[in-house]
């Protein structure tokens, strides 16, 4: 959970001299900032600041429902008022999980607003008319989902972890409905792109599941004070890329412009999709996670027009990051014998990914993960400027996802055990590991028997570091020592320079 960010709200007042929209977006973010700060003293069980900080929220909240507006600026404010109304579910969730007594009226005490002097009526009422006022209770999750859409844009379809235990399983995912639904309204609004592959693309929208975060990569590895070698670079790398950017645009133009093009490559199972989904999690970008599947079809012409109407909606909805796994399978280096589609489509790919005709200043980043980086076409490789190599675990780091994969059992492993595993698992991958800890984890079920069925489950023994032994004859290393050699040689010659390279 991060710190709140204080002071992190707007301090500037709107007042008369302010044209009412921009009021209406000024407090909209200020209020955001302020029960986002809120939410994370919640988390800390610091229930009295976050309580004010709530209160205070809500009184900013509360102040920009009872603007009033011409008749030509109903429909604009009207998002900004769903936004807002979302961000006031939070009240009923708070006195829930704080054990408060409050009632939701002494919370944030909500008077009726005053009648709209020059406002048209519309179909759902005026929007200057809509009272503050929230029944029913929400869950928790419910209340971080709106609370972290992020203000002034309509990009934050993404994913959110909530609840998240600290033995690494994930809770109960909220996400935001209306956003989604502000993004469909805004790619139909597109021309030239056919319906049903603008439906295709949605659906590849990563909206479900829980998020993850720097923290995250590694199996948080950083908790151990633990350089994760090769994950450190990248995240170093890709936050200058990409994060950065996206959270100050103003300092990244001309020659500072980031990269559009970011391949991650290197051995399979050592972290590179969840790179991916961090990079759009801590960026607040839109994340479409394609398969390469998606964009091919057995009818002529339809791939070419799924890759326009990819990049079309990733332009719409940005920030966004494109991401596709294994991209190797779609931008394979072209031969005399390929078939004519394949090569349209890398045609097509590659051109959109230039980004001709469009806007120099599109914030859409294109990055693919490959296990196969020498069969990537040479142009396809140029387009990739940033060539990021994710290597296997080192000791270090194997240590700490071991122990960490441990952490939320019963075990009984020394110290030196532990090392003497870190030193069996050398060319491990995470993956790799993970599966290792998991055969492990079933050897005192495997002990039982017949016995089984009858044992409590508070009788059955710690695992034990005959376990892991029993493991490995069973979890191999799933990548060769000449892939890896083939791996470094090709991070030599294309990829970013870092301790591998």
Wanted: charged share 25%; proline share 5%.
């Amino acid at each position: 959970m991060l710190s709140p960010a204080r002071g992190a709200a707007p301090a500037a007042r709107p007042n008369s001299s302010v044209p009412v929209l921009e009021q209406q977006k000024l407090l909209h973010n200020k209020a955001f900032h302020l029960i986002n700060d809120a939410l994370n003293l919640d988390a800390a069980s610091n229930y009295a600041e976050a309580i004010e900080g709530y209160k205070k929220g809500g009184l900013v909240l509360k102040e920009a429902l009872e603007l009033h507006f011409d008749t030509d600026q109903l429909k604009e404010s009207a998002v900004w008022t769903t936004k807002m109304r979302d961000l006031l579910k939070v009240y009923p969730a708070v006195a829930n999980h704080c054990g408060n007594d409050e009632t939701i009226a002494n919370i944030v005490p909500v008077s009726k607003p005053t009648p709209a002097k020059r406002l048209a009526p519309s179909s759902s009422g005026s929007v200057g008319h809509h009272s503050a006022s929230v029944s029913g209770a929400t869950t928790r999750s419910t209340a971080r989902a709106a609370a972290t859409t992020r203000p002034g844009t309509v990009t934050g379809i993404r994913k959110k972890r909530v609840g998240t235990t600290a033995t690494g399983g994930s809770g109960t995912t909220a996400t935001s409905t209306s956003i989604l639904a502000e993004t469909k309204n805004k790619v139909s609004k597109l021309k030239n792109i056919d319906p049903k592959f603008a439906d295709m693309i949605l659906n590849e929208v990563l909206v479900d599941g829980a998020s993850v975060t720097w923290s995250d990569i590694g199996e948080s590895a950083e908790d151990y004070n633990v350089d994760t070698s090769g994950l450190s670079f990248a995240k170093q790398s890709l936050k200058e890329i990409v994060i950065l950017p996206a959270l100050r645009p103003e300092l990244f133009t001309g020659l500072r412009a980031p990269a559009k093009g970011v391949l991650v490559f290197g051995p399979p199972g050592t972290g590179k999709t969840m790179l991916a989904k961090a990079v759009a999690q801590e960026s607040k970008a839109t994340f479409f996670s394609i398969s390469a599947s998606s964009l091919t079809s057995k009818f002529v012409g339809e791939s070419e027009k799924m890759v326009r109407a990819l990049f079309m909606i990733a332009r719409a909805a940005q920030p966004s990051v494109i991401f596709i796994d294994e991209i190797d399978s779609i931008l394979t280096e072209r031969s005399e014998n390929e078939h004519e589609a394949s090569r349209r489509l890398k045609t097509e790919f590659l051109l959109q990914f230039d980004g001709a005709g469009t806007n120099a200043d599109d914030r859409v980043l294109v990055m693919g993960a490959t296990n196969r980086p020498q069969e990537l076409d040479e142009a396809a490789r140029r387009r990739f400027v940033k060539r990021i190599y994710i290597p296997l675990p080192e000791a270090e780091t194997r240590r700490a996802l071991l122990t960490k994969l441990l952490s939320g059992h019963d075990f009984c492993l020394t110290k030196n055990e532990i090392q003497q595993l870190v030193e069996q698992t050398e060319g491990y991958s995470g993956s790799d590991l993970t599966a290792l800890a998991k055969d492990a984890a079933l050897g005192p079920l495997r002990s039982l028997g017949e016995t089984l069925l009858d044992t409590p489950a508070d009788q059955v023994r710690p695992i034990q570091y005959q376990d892991f032994i029993q493991a490995l004859y069973t979890i191999r290393p799933s990548v060769s020592p000449q892939s890896l050699l083939a791996y470094e040689e090709w991070n030599r010659e294309y990829g970013a320079v870092s301790c591998h390279g």
